[in-house]
T-cell receptor
Framework: AQTVTQSQPEMSVQEAETVTLSCTYD???????LFWYKQPPSRQMILVIR??????QNATENRFSVNFQKAAKSFSLKISDSQLGDAAMYFC?????????????FGTGTRLTVIP | NAGVTQTPKFHILKIGQSMTLQCTQD?????MYWYRQDPGMGLKLIYY???????DKGEVPNGYNVSRSTTEDFPLRLELAAPSQTSVYFC?????????????FGQGTRLTVV
């Protein structure tokens, strides 16, 4: 099974500054999907951004962008102009294109604190 | 469009009791999942289903059972509850891998076993 590693259990950032959350994954597949989910204190899982492995261009959603390095199997999330509402647990996830079996794998999460 | 709906949102269960956590989705998703999340921790897969009538174990299936008689519903049964099952439970659903590949989550059920 694929594994997803988030090596930063906790991160902090000053409000309005930029922070990067790291994620690496292990796979032998060439086609797959990567996601970042946000889990605020309300515990709702919210999709932040997604990346298709076949796309070379890094995905961007407003203040959120990724640095997708396919060869290095790295998928980091950059949050620009951090806001208090960005404080949450962030999960990196991998989804293979395999069907008929579990194909969705999560990292252990990074808790982000935003300092006013 | 309701998405993924879980009930109940909170529940206190006594040791040895049984209960069913309900999950229903209205997006016609084939894939459905049950995760548990212990305090401050990540998600652990309990069971998943790739379609009606098909279920399989995940990483932590002991003490749980599931069924998938319809596309919409994927209930999780806890038998003989133990304090170790105190957790937040999430149900999720998704299409097969494709243009819409992400999973959609319910709001979670906070379960306490005392």
């Amino acid at each position: 099974a694929q594994t997803v590693t988030q090596s930063q259990p906790e991160m902090s950032v000053q409000e309005a500054e930029t922070v990067t959350l790291s994620c690496t994954y292990d796979t032998s597949e060439s086609d797959y999907y990567l996601f970042w989910y946000k889990q605020p204190p309300s515990r709702q899982m919210i999709l932040v951004i997604r990346q298709e492995a076949y796309k070379q261009q890094n995905a961007t959603e407003n203040r959120f962008s990724v640095n997708f390095q396919k060869a290095a199997k790295s998928f980091s999330l950059k949050i620009s102009d951090s806001q208090l509402g960005d404080a949450a647990m962030y999960f990196c996830a991998y989804r293979s294109v395999t069907t008929g079996a579990n194909n969705l794998f999560f990292g252990t999460g990074t808790r982000l604190t935003v300092i006013p | 469009n309701a998405g993924v709906t879980q009930t109940p949102k909170f529940h206190i269960l006594k040791i040895g009791q049984s209960m069913t956590l309900q999950c229903t989705q209205d997006m016609n998703h084939n894939y459905m999942y049950w995760y548990r999340q212990d305090p401050g921790m990540g998600l652990k897969l309990i069971y998943y289903s790739v379609g009606a009538g098909i279920t399989d174990k995940g990483e932590v299936p002991n003490g749980y059972n599931v069924s998938r008689s319809t596309t919409e519903d994927f209930p999780l049964r806890l038998e003989l509850a133990a304090p170790s099952q105190t957790s937040v439970y999430f149900c999720a659903s998704s299409y097969p891998p494709g243009q819409v590949a992400e999973a959609f989550f319910g709001q979670g059920t906070r379960l306490t076993v005392v």
